[in-house]
T-cell receptor
Framework: DAGVIQSPRHEVTEMGQEVTLRCKPI?????LFWYRQTMMRGLELLIYFNNNVPIDDSGMPEDRFSAKMPNASFSTLKIQPSEPRDSAVYFC?????????????FGPGTRLTVT | GESVGLHLPTLSVQEGDNSIINCAYS??????FIWYKQESGKGPQFIID?????DKRQGQRVTVLLNKTVKHLSLQIAATQPGDSAVYFCAENGSGNTGKLIFGQGTTLQVKP
């Protein structure tokens, strides 16, 4: 199994630009999570999906952030417009089913730098 | 100027010694706990989990202990190796059967050769 795949691995952009982060969960997993990790705040859950449906987006910082999951094998996290304080490592994670839904497997992350 | 970040506790051990990493969890309704290992530049990696109906679970070189009375979790690593150097996070599932995990702030483990 290839594990959770994220792209790009690194993104450098200027303030005000749109940024799109991509995630392919592990095949067969029906939960998908987006996290943000910073030195200031640690690992924060932004939003998660179950069967492609957003369940809880209470961690999304503000309207500049949006996430979609058009199908079971793809999700995007978009920031528009980006700001320097959005600089962080963004992780996608996935898990499977009801009995193992807490066993989350993380991707390698996207390191975002907004200048 | 400099930014102030989280000050992660650090555990420094000699190679070959046993390591014990501690975690206090927050929600008494949590019934599932996981330990993750995060190496520099990588995503958190699942190590071991434990359910609240157990107080101990063993894996390969790792043991997790759960004390629900004081809401305490520990990860023991036997014969610590340089490859064990990483940040270790405990996570709990909280209440509501949601699928979400609540992560602790993490502990840095440094293994001295």
């Amino acid at each position: 199994d290839a594990g959770v795949i994220q792209s790009p691995r690194h993104e450098v952009t200027e303030m005000g630009q749109e940024v799109t982060l991509r995630c392919k969960p592990i095949s067969g997993h029906d939960y998908l999570f987006w996290y943000r990790q910073t030195m200031m705040r640690g690992l924060e859950l932004l939003i998660y999906f179950n069967n492609n449906v957003p369940i809880d987006d209470s961690g999304m910082p503000e309207d500049r952030f949006s996430a979609k999951m058009p199908n079971a094998s793809f999700s995007t996290l978009k920031i528009q417009p980006s700001e320097p304080r959005d600089s962080a490592v963004y992780f996608c994670a996935s898990s499977r089913g009801q009995t193992r839904k807490y066993e989350q497997y993380f991707g390698p992350g996207t390191r975002l730098t907004v200048t | 100027g400099e930014s102030v970040g989280l000050h992660l506790p650090t555990l420094s051990v000699q190679e070959g010694d046993n390591s014990i990493i501690n975690c206090a969890y927050s929600n008494s309704a949590s019934d599932y706990f996981i330990w993750y290992k995060q190496e520099s530049g990588k995503g958190p990696q699942f190590i071991i989990d434990i359910r609240s109906n157990m107080d101990k679970r063993q894996g390969q070189r790792v043991t997790v202990l759960l004390n629900k009375t004081v809401k305490h979790l520990s990860l023991q690593i036997a014969a610590t190796q340089p490859g064990d150097s990483a940040v270790y996070f405990c996570a709990e599932n909280g209440s509501g059967n949601t699928g979400k995990l609540i992560f602790g702030q993490g502990t840095t483990l440094q293994v001295k050769p």
